[in-house]
């Protein structure tokens, strides 16, 4: 059974930088791509971007380029999204999702984190 | 970007009933870059269709997507409401970064 288990609530300053995890089971880690997706408090949902575990590469929404990063750790199965330059506008629950390829729906989600900015 | 447009916004129905619910795309996509999702409160979302018409993983057949080939316009039908479907639903296109989303149809129990 595929399980995308997040990291916990985080409370971060206008400015700084938050590094979210997601760890991957049940199936290989390496041949589906990997999304996240955000979403403010009672908005809709966000797309900011998606890695490929397996090389690496990834691709990143214009609106986030130059403030996300995403990373894997191949030898733990986990994923990591590193949002800088925090403004209270990135309030919102962060959720990893998968991805067969780069172009394919989300079939399994994480169960989100919650990122407050707020000084 | 691609820019979804949902309608309507809410859809006041009882159950038994039948949903459409439509999403508009700002330019012609690939219904095999067209998903729909379904999120409860307090939940993650969950992928109900995609490809224009397949089915996810445990998704009854009460649920079903229009749409193949290439187009504007894209419908998701739920043929008879049960308790479970009152939710907020979401479409969403993934063959053009960045891979937008609709902004939501509130499925309300009337």
């Known amino acids: 059974q595929v399980h995308l288990v997040q990291s916990g609530a985080e409370v971060k300053k206008p400015g700084a930088s938050v590094k979210v995890s997601c760890k991957a089971s049940g199936y290989t880690f390496t041949s589906y791509y990997m999304n996240w997706v955000r979403q403010a408090p009672g908005q809709g949902l966000e797309w900011i971007g998606l890695?490929?575990?397996?090389?690496?590469?990834?691709a990143y929404a214009h609106k986030f380029q130059g403030r996300v990063t995403m990373t894997r750790d191949t030898s733990s199965s986990t994923i990591y999204m590193e949002l800088s330059s925090l403004r209270s506008d990135d309030t919102a629950i962060y959720y990893c999702a998968r991805g067969l390829i780069a172009v394919a729906p989300l079939d399994s989600w994480g169960q989100g984190t919650l990122v407050t900015v707020s000084s | 970007e691609v820019v979804l447009t949902q309608s309507p916004g809410t859809l006041s129905l009882s159950p038994g009933e039948r949903a459409t619910l439509s999403c508009r795309a700002s330019?012609?996509?690939?219904?095999?870059?067209l998903g729909w999702y379904q999120q409860k409160p307090g939940q993650a979302p969950r992928l109900l269709i995609y490809g224009g018409s397949i089915r996810g993983t445990d998704i009854p057949d009460r649920f079903s997507g229009s749409g193949s080939g290439s187009g504007t316009d894209f419908t998701l039908t739920i043929s008879r409401l049960e308790p479970e479907d009152f939710a907020i639903y979401y479409c969403?296109?993934?063959?053009?970064?960045?891979?937008?989303f609709g902004q939501g149809t509130k499925l309300e129990i009337k």
């Open positions: 969403q296109q993934f063959g053009s970064s960045p891979y937008t």
């Open positions: 330019q012609t996509i690939s219904s095999s870059y």
């Open positions: 890695i490929n575990p397996s090389g690496g590469g990834s």
